[in-house]
Antibody, heavy 116, light 107 residues
Framework: QVQLVESGGGLVKPGGSLKLSCAASGFKFRDYYMNWIRQAPGKGLEWISYIGSDGTTISYADSVRGRFTVSRDNAKNSLYLQIYSLSAEDTAVYYC?????????WGRGTTVTVSS | EIVLTQSPGTLSLSPGERATLSCRASQTVSSSYLAWYQQKPGQAPRLLIFAASNRATGIPDRFSGSGSGADFTLTITRLEPEDFAVYYCQQYGGSPWTFGQGTKVEI
C-alpha cells in the first residue's frame, strides 16, 4: 500500500544537527513532488519545504531557509531533511507528505526535541 | 507569502448539525489551489478537499468545499461523532505554501 515512514528524530542539544529521512513505498516516488511539514507541541501545521520530482525545484519557508536542506534519492525512494543549528523553536513532529493537488499521503511523523 | 486566516478559532456544535468553516487569504490564491485537512489528536492530517472544491479519495460527501479568489469555505452538512477534530486550510497556488492556523470543531 501507499506509505511514507519518517525516521531520524530524537533528542538534540541546541546548536546541533540532525538528518531526517522519509521512506516511500507503494507508489512511483520519482513522479511526485514531496513536502516536509512540522507541528510544534500544541500548535498548528507549518509547511517547511518542497522538492520537485527530479530534485531540481526546491522551496523553503522563510523561517527555515538557510538552516534546512531538503534532498531526495529517487533510486532509494527516499526523501531527506538536513537540519542545522537547532534551537528549542525547532522542537516538533516532522511529517513528510506526497504532493498531488494538496498533500494526499502523509507519514506518521518523527519527533525532534531540542533541549540541553 | 500568502497568509491564510481561518475563522472561527473554535466551533462548538452537536452531532447532526451543520459546520461552516472559513479560510480567507491575504491575496488571491492562484487557480483556487486551496486544500482542506482534518487532524485528530495524535494523528497525521488527512486531505479532505483539493483545488477548493474537489473531495479527495474516500472522503464522505457530507464534506464540501467552495470558494475562489481569496475566500474559501469548508462545509460539513451533518456532523458525525468522528468529525470532531481540527481543520486546516492550505494554499499551494504560490510559493511558499502556507497553512491557516486551524479551526477546532468541538462537541
Amino acid at each position: 500500500q501507499v506509505q511514507l515512514v519518517e525516521s531520524g528524530g530524537g533528542l538534540v542539544k541546541p546548536g546541533g544537527s540532525l538528518k531526517l529521512s522519509c521512506a516511500a513505498s507503494g507508489f512511483k516516488f520519482r513522479d511526485y513532488y514531496m513536502n516536509w511539514i512540522r507541528q510544534a507541541p500544541g500548535k498548528g501545521l507549518e509547511w517547511i519545504s518542497y522538492i520537485g520530482s527530479d530534485g531540481t525545484t526546491i522551496s523553503y519557508a522563510d523561517s527555515v531557509r538557510g538552516r534546512f536542506t531538503v534532498s531526495r534519492d529517487n533510486a532509494k525512494n527516499s526523501l531527506y531533511l538536513q537540519i542545522y543549528s537547532l534551537s528549542a523553536e525547532d522542537t516538533a513532529v516532522y511529517y513528510c507528505a506526497r504532493d498531488y493537488g494538496g498533500m494526499d499521503v502523509w507519514g506518521r511523523g518523527t519527533t525532534v526535541t531540542v533541549s540541553s | 507569502e500568502i497568509v491564510l486566516t481561518q475563522s472561527p478559532g473554535t466551533l462548538s456544535l452537536s452531532p447532526g448539525e451543520r459546520a461552516t468553516l472559513s479560510c480567507r487569504a491575504s491575496q488571491t490564491v492562484s487557480s483556487s489551489y486551496l486544500a482542506w485537512y482534518q487532524q485528530k489528536p495524535g494523528q497525521a492530517p488527512r486531505l479532505l478537499i483539493f483545488a477548493a472544491s474537489n473531495r479527495a479519495t474516500g472522503i464522505p460527501d457530507r464534506f464540501s468545499g467552495s470558494g475562489s479568489g481569496a475566500d474559501f469555505t469548508l462545509t460539513i452538512t451533518r456532523l458525525e461523532p468522528e468529525d470532531f477534530a481540527v481543520y486546516y486550510c492550505q494554499q499551494y497556488g504560490g510559493s511558499p505554501w502556507t497553512f491557516g492556523q486551524g479551526t477546532k470543531v468541538e462537541i
